[in-house]
């Protein structure tokens, strides 16, 4: 399986293609009873709308749920692809057959508003810390089906991704390091059962433990609900020697904070597990 940073533009419409058939299958199933009162030749033309500022995400979707029902619709964009969009303004001009417009609009529009709400939220993050070294990163913190779809929002919005899921890289948390007998013996293992790994990161919740790892090795460390103090001493004592990540008590308030700490990346699940979709509406104009 690729690894979404080696996506081409082909790759994400095939993704794309494939997630939006699963979503009309749920939508429409055997048929659209109420498009059906429209004439299936009637020609139409609508505007997807932004009610709120946004960063825009999700075009290759809105194209493919449009075109699955209506392969000859004429999609226009008038905001790019992770441009922001400001409050009234027209995203988007379709011109189709008004039946398959009908029915692919909620599935269309459910896309737009997921994936622009975490390039959004993601984006005010990447802001929040900007001067700093901290780069935000994304979690497996995601809606089951649509982790790459979500993880391809954040890094629209200026993010990074972490591991695709369990499979691409190794974390190693409290609980593996227990049952492995030590932090110097899970490293030690990770060595011979996943040499390919992308990296291997390993949780650490004190200054001691963050001691052990770096003798034993590691060369990227999660630290784990550490206030202020001990995170600027763990970076001191680090010193360069390992990617530093913290999580665990991060917002728009703290992560400043945290950023300030010298550490290399933060990781915050609410980038994709608390979204709050933006308002987008589609309206159709007469012919």
């Known amino acids: ?67 699955a029902l209506d392969p000859q619709a004429t999609l226009t964009w008038h905001v790019a692809e992770g441009a922001r969009c400001q409050p009234g303004q027209t995203v988007l001009t379709i011109e189709g057959r008004a039946q398959p417009l009908l029915s692919a609009e909620r599935t269309a529009l459910n896309f737009l508003q997921l994936l622009s709400a975490v390039a959004t939220v993601t984006a005010t993050y990447v802001a929040a810390v900007a001067g700093t070294r901290a780069a935000i990163v994304d979690t497996r913190k995601t809606l089951p089906g649509l982790r790459l779809a979500q993880k391809y929002a954040v890094k629209t919005g200026g993010g990074v991704n972490h591991r695709i899921g369990l499979f691409d890289a190794v974390l190693i948390k409290e609980n593996h390091i227990a049952a492995a007998g030590g932090v110097a013996q899970v490293l030690q293992r990770v060595r011979e059962t996943a040499p390919a790994a992308r990296f291997v990161e390993i949780e650490v919740e004190t200054l001691a433990q963050l001691d052990e790892a770096l003798a034993s090795g590691a060369t990227m460390v999660l630290l784990d609900n550490m206030d202020l103090p001990t995170l600027r001493e763990a970076v001191r004592r680090n010193a360069g020697r390992a990617i530093l990540e913290i999580s665990g008590g991060v ?35 007469a012919l």
């Open 1 to 67: 399986m690729k690894h979404l940073s080696e996506f081409d533009a082909n790759d994400l419409a095939a993704l794309a293609a494939q997630e939006v058939a699963r979503a009309l299958a749920e939508d429409v199933a055997t048929g659209d009873l109420t498009a059906a009162l429209i004439d299936p030749q009637r020609p139409a033309r609508a505007r997807i709308l932004a009610r709120e500022s946004a960063v825009i995400c999700g075009t290759p979707w809105v194209n493919a749920a449009v075109h």
């Open 251 to 285: 917002n728009l308030s703290t992560v400043r904070a945290l950023a300030e700490t010298g550490v290399d990346r933060i990781s915050i699940g609410a980038l994709t597990k608390d979204v709050k979709a933006i308002d987008f509406s589609m309206r159709f104009e």
